[in-house]
């Protein structure tokens, strides 16, 4: 129980760092992915993918530096379903989650202030729900990227898979990019209820808002456990998976 409470890790000095990092990885996370949706002619809209890559690589990006202090997780989803597995404590997820919302809400308004006017008339980043899909299809939608995405950042961080060394940041990245191919047209692809409560909190725009934080946090709690229960590897499994 006190570990997965983890009142004695909250209490470190350590801990601030790792907030930190949360913070300014929203916040580059929100920028730099939001600064790829924006139409720079009226006639030319950014395409699938190119937003797909741009989130994508952002995500690999910062999972290369800022991983090693905090793990990362730059996504309320991310740390739900870590907590659910067992790999992040509940005051460690709560302090997460906020970190994440502010940052996120900070780099939508730092990028809403760099735009020209007429770039940042409308909303910028903002995920919305194509007109002919009803919420339930967006939630469902929203799920099943999202569990694609957290049971690919438990397979790839996980201690005891020795073939993932080095390349967690680019299965992450690559994953985003796919699931964004494939959900962009239909939800606009939150995945990270964070990166989508940030252009809503600055435009003032929270319709079907509620969509990008059920589906993607019931996405990643179930791939939580879904890994726990079923997927984590022993180590004799991983030796035995790779014999060919």
């Known amino acids: 129980m006190k570990e997965f409470v983890g009142l004695e890790e909250i209490t470190k000095l350590d801990f601030l760092v790792m907030l930190f990092a949360e913070i300014l990885g929203t916040f580059l996370l929100v920028i730099i992915g939001c600064a790829s949706c924006v139409s720079w002619t009226s006639t030319e809209s950014p395409n699938v993918l190119h937003i797909a890559f741009t989130f994508g690589l952002a995500v690999a990006s910062l999972a290369q530096v800022l991983g090693p202090i905090s793990g990362c997780h730059v996504n309320p989803a991310v740390s739900i379903g870590l907590l659910v597995s067992g790999n992040c404590s509940f ?27 007429k770039q940042s008339a409308g909303p910028v980043g903002l995920t919305a729900l194509h007109p002919e899909v009803t919420a339930g299809q967006g939630v469902t939608v929203e799920i099943i990227i ?85 997927l984590k590897p022993s180590k004799e499994d991983d030796e035995a998976s790779y014999d060919f």
Request: glycine residues 10%; proline residues 6%.
């Open 146 to 230: 999202t569990f694609l995405l957290v049971l690919v950042v438990h397979a790839v961080t996980d201690p005891k898979r020795t073939d993932a060394k080095g390349w967690a940041p680019l299965a992450i990245g690559l994953t985003i990019s796919v699931a964004h191919m494939a959900a962009v047209p239909i939800t606009g692809s939150s995945m990270n209820p964070a990166r989508s409560l940030g252009p809503a909190v600055v435009d003032y725009k929270y319709n079907n808002l509620w969509i990008y934080w059920v589906g993607p946090l019931i996405g990643g709690a179930v791939a939580g456990c879904v890994y726990r229960m079923g």
């Open 91 to 117: 005051l460690k997820t709560v302090s997460y989650v906020i970190c994440q919302c502010c940052g996120a809400i900070a780099g939508s308004a730092v990028l809403k202030q760099l735009l020209p006017g």
